[in-house]
C-alpha cells in the first residue's frame, strides 16, 4: 500500500548485519588458535547472565576465550569493550559449562584470553593471553 513502510526481505535489520560480523569475526579466531595448537572444545556457551564465545584447549590449559570485533576506536577498540561487567558474564559461563559439559576439565587450570580484531581479516589479529583472571 502507498505510504506503507517497505518491509520486504531483501533488506535485512541492522542488527541481523552485527551478528553476521560477530559470528565470523569467532569463526575467524576459531580457525587462528587452531592453526596456534589450541584444541576447540566448545563454541558460545550461554547460561543465565553469561556468555563465553570459544572454549580451547592449550597444553593442558583450559582457555576461555572472548572475542571481539570493533572498526570504531572512538571508545576505546576492541579491549576496553571487556569491561569488568563483561568479564563477570564471561566468567559465569566458564563456571557453568565446568559444571556441566565441560566438568571433566574441571581440575585443569584455566585462563581467559582475548582475540581482538578490527578488520574481519586473519593478520589483523591481536590474541592476548591471560587478558584477565577469575579473581
Known amino acids: 500500500m502507498a505510504g506503507e513502510p517497505d518491509c ?3 533488506a535485512p ?3 541481523a548485519e552485527h551478528l553476521r560480523r560477530g559470528a565470523a569475526a569467532e569463526a575467524l579466531a576459531a580457525e587462528y588458535l587452531v592453526r596456534h595448537g589450541l584444541t576447540l572444545l566448545a563454541r ?3 547460561c543465565r547472565g553469561g556468555e563465553v564465545d570459544l572454549i580451547a584447549g592449550d597444553r593442558g590449559s583450559l582457555v576461555f576465550v572472548e572475542v ?3 572498526s570504531n576506536r572512538d571508545f576505546g577498540g576492541a579491549a576496553a569493550s571487556i569491561t ?3 568479564q563477570r558474564r564471561i ?3 566458564a563456571q557453568y559449562w565446568l559444571l556441566g559439559p565441560g ?3 574441571a581440575q585443569a587450570p584455566c585462563r581467559f584470553d582475548a582475540v581482538l580484531l578490527d578488520r574481519l581479516e586473519q593478520d589483523r ?3 592476548i593471553r591471560g587478558a584477565f583472571d577469575a579473581s
Open 68 to 70: 571481539r570485533l570493533r
Open 103 to 105: 566438568r571433566r576439565f
Open 13 to 15: 535489520p541492522a542488527q
Open 44 to 46: 558460545n556457551v550461554r
Open 91 to 93: 566468567i559465569l559461563a
Open 84 to 86: 569488568v561487567a563483561k
Open 8 to 10: 520486504g526481505d531483501d
Open 125 to 127: 589479529i591481536e590474541w
